[in-house]
């Protein structure tokens, strides 16, 4: 029977495949899939990116990972991606790892051991080892604390407004002396890689060579200040170094190094790991997902990221120089939700673009910072960041920039600087929960901003433990800020909870500062301050800034930025505050310099009261704080440490 093609048969012919090709609104991805495959849920592709290629050419725009683990990846979403939803099956764990499973794995002695081949990190430029979902310690010296270098930089830093009064060359910035009872013929140049302190930073370098005459060591790439840089006020930490990854820094099981000269991985196993029994893990990707400049529109969530790389290079300010394992460019409209990202070598999430959405999302155990973010209208919230800086000392929670931005609902723990470093201009952080910050840094505060303009910090809270020695400069403004804000605040046990800096208008209202002893308000360079009902407890409180009183200082000795100040004024209003300590005292400044001590004078509501009232306050639980963070778990916090009913 011959059959004929009518017009009418023809097109009941295409509107049946019409109807089957519209049934698939989704590209699958599953472990045992085949990027042969169409990606439909019967025939689903094996990579994430074949994925997108998929959605690219189809117009299918909802991507769905399915349970599983997926190795080696790397995505790279483009401008024609716009509009992508990509998400792992939901309540089901979705792990994407920027690396492999590695190696044939030796026993030489205690270590184990394992060749890497030329066709395989040719330069071996990766600092992180992921042993059972662990990141393990890279062998390091000494073992603990720093050597002390013998650098001297005794030029003036002018604020960050002016920089250096002498600029650094490239030697002052690329060498560094060592004292030759840490550093011997022995050292492999090779291998060792730096981290040299400065005050707020730190540099992260490798080596280009040792002079053994000189007691010097030559770095590789520039360091963000000379060695011994701030050393006038910074104090000790500005004349150390760690040395990284050499075989004279494994003193312990649980730690690794890189052998490059001898091309291979070493690790010390613990006594009750077996060789056979282990999943050693290693970067091959520097980006899980990464999102170029003019992408829109864009989803990622119920997803967990792990084992992302960054290539060797120094740090910059808060680390804002290394890469992120998920790395945005400039975008609009991205939306990050329910995202776990850990045990990678930089950034868990770095970004730039404006309407971004970061929510519900768990970064923990970095290299660098936990999120990057630089734009405008990007919103963040209900996030744990914590267990950072484990390459880079210089390491922030957050470090954001921009406008309109909001940090909301998140708990900031475990960081060795800021936990939150900058928000933007008329920006606003509340209701978040802080504690064990500035672990390793000097400077900085829990909630830190370089030039504010209408930012404000309120409802958060920020806890440190009885007897910590470590101030906090715990709410803080910093240079050019103005117009800020910070209300109804919470600060316990951090001995600085305010710390301004060359500021002007800032406005502290209805907060609440308890501490055990000395309790410090510090507002160098600052003017036109007001308080306002305000809760003091501490043994004894210090104002500390100036009054408006010009010191001896003449005002052409001074450079350029500094003048700026001569005339700051410090408080300018002071009312319905109370104060409950034994002695409240003023350190009256002039630019930085003191002038005289005296009696904190005051006019107002404010109270001095007696020792039985100031204890109380100090182991009362401050209820209206109970909703910071986003775990519910503000009071199990605060009693873990400092105790409370």
């Not at 209003?573 to 109370?578: A, D």
């Amino acid at each position: 029977m011959k059959i004929k093609f009518t017009k009418s048969v023809f097109a009941c012919i295409l509107i049946s495949f019409s109807i089957i090709s519209c049934k698939q609104t989704t590209v699958y991805v599953a472990v045992n899939g085949s990027d042969t495959n169409n990606g439909t849920k019967s025939q689903p592709v094996a990579s994430v990116q074949k994925a997108v290629e998929i959605s690219r050419s189809s117009g299918l725009k909802k991507i769905i990972v399915t349970e599983g683990d997926y190795f080696d990846v790397s995505v790279v979403i483009t401008e024609a991606d716009s509009g992508l939803h990509i998400s792992g099956q939901k309540g089901k764990p979705v792990r994407l790892m920027g690396g492999i499973i590695f190696g044939d794995w030796q026993q030489n002695g205690g270590w184990l051991e394992a060749q890497v081949p030329d066709s395989l990190w040719p330069d071996l430029d990766f600092r992180i080892l992921i042993v059972n979902d662990t990141l393990r310690d890279r062998a390091r010296l000494p073992e603990t604390g720093a050597f002390n270098h013998k650098n001297e930089w005794p030029h003036q830093w002018q604020s960050s407004q002016g920089g250096w009064s002498v600029k650094p060359t490239h030697d002052d910035l690329t060498t560094l002396y060592y004292n030759p009872a840490d550093i011997g013929p022995w050292l492999d140049v090779k291998n060792a890689e730096l981290t040299v302190f400065h005050a707020w930073d730190d540099s992260y370098v490798a080596l280009a060579g040792i002079d053994t005459i000189n007691n010097s060591l030559r770095f590789s790439n520039q360091a963000s200040h000379p060695a011994g840089a701030y050393a006038s006020w910074a104090g000790e930490k500005t004349r150390q170094y760690i040395v990284w990854n050499i075989k004279e820094g494994m003193a312990r099981p649980g730690q690794w190094y890189i052998d490059r000269t001898s091309r291979k991985i070493v690790y010390w196993p613990f006594a009750h790991e077996k060789a056979g029994l282990l999943k050693i893990m290693v970067p091959t990707q520097n980006h899980i997902f990464e999102i170029k400049d003019n992408t829109s529109e864009v989803t990622i969530e119920n997803l967990q990221l792990s084992c992302a790389g960054a290539p060797v290079g120094n740090t910059g300010y808060a680390t804002i120089n290394i890469t992120g394992a998920v790395l945005a460019g400039k975008v609009n409209n991205l939306t990050l939700k329910n995202l776990v990202v850990k045990n990678v070598a930089g950034w868990a999430v770095k970004t730039r673009g404006s309407h971004v959405k970061i929510s519900d999302c768990e970064f923990s155990f970095t290299g660098a910072g936990g999120l990057y973010m630089t734009g405008d209208n990007i919103t963040v919230e209900r996030c744990g960041i914590h267990d950072l800086g484990k390459l880079y000392f210089g390491s922030v929670g957050i470090y954001g920039d921009g406008n309109r931005n909001s940090v909301s609902h998140c708990e900031l723990y475990n960081i060795p600087y800021c936990a939150i470093n900058g928000i933007g201009k008329y920006s606003v952080a509340e209701y978040n929960l802080m504690y064990n910050f500035k672990q390793t840094m000097v400077d900085g505060g829990a909630i830190y901003m370089y030039g504010g303009d209408s930012t404000i910090y309120r409802h958060n809270a920020v806890l440190a433990p009885k007897g910590n020695k470590t101030e906090g400069w715990t709410y803080y403004f910093d240079e050019l800020s103005v117009n800020c804000i910070m209300d109804n605040n919470l600060a316990v046990n951090t001995i600085v909870p305010v710390h301004h800096h060359m500021a002007d208008k800032i406005t502290i209202t209805n907060n609440l500062f308890i501490d055990e002893g000395r309790q410090k308000i510090s507002y160098p360079l600052c003017s036109n301050l007001s308080f306002s009902g305000n809760i003091f407890v501490a043994e004894e409180i210090l104002f500390s800034g100036p009054t408006g009183e010009i010191g001896p200082t003449p005002k052409e000795s001074l450079n350029a930025v500094f003048q700026k100040y001569y005339e700051c004024n410090g408080i300018v209003e002071f009312e319905g505050n109370q104060l409950f300590a034994g002695k409240v005292v003023q350190e009256v400044l002039h630019v930085y310099n003191f002038v005289r001590k005296e009696d904190f004078s005051y006019n107002g509501n404010q109270q001095i009261a007696d020792k039985g009232k100031r204890e109380n306050l100090q182991s009362k639980l401050p209820e209206a704080f109970l909703g910071t963070g986003y775990r519910g778990n503000f009071k199990t916090v605060y009693q873990k440490m400092i105790g409370g009913n």
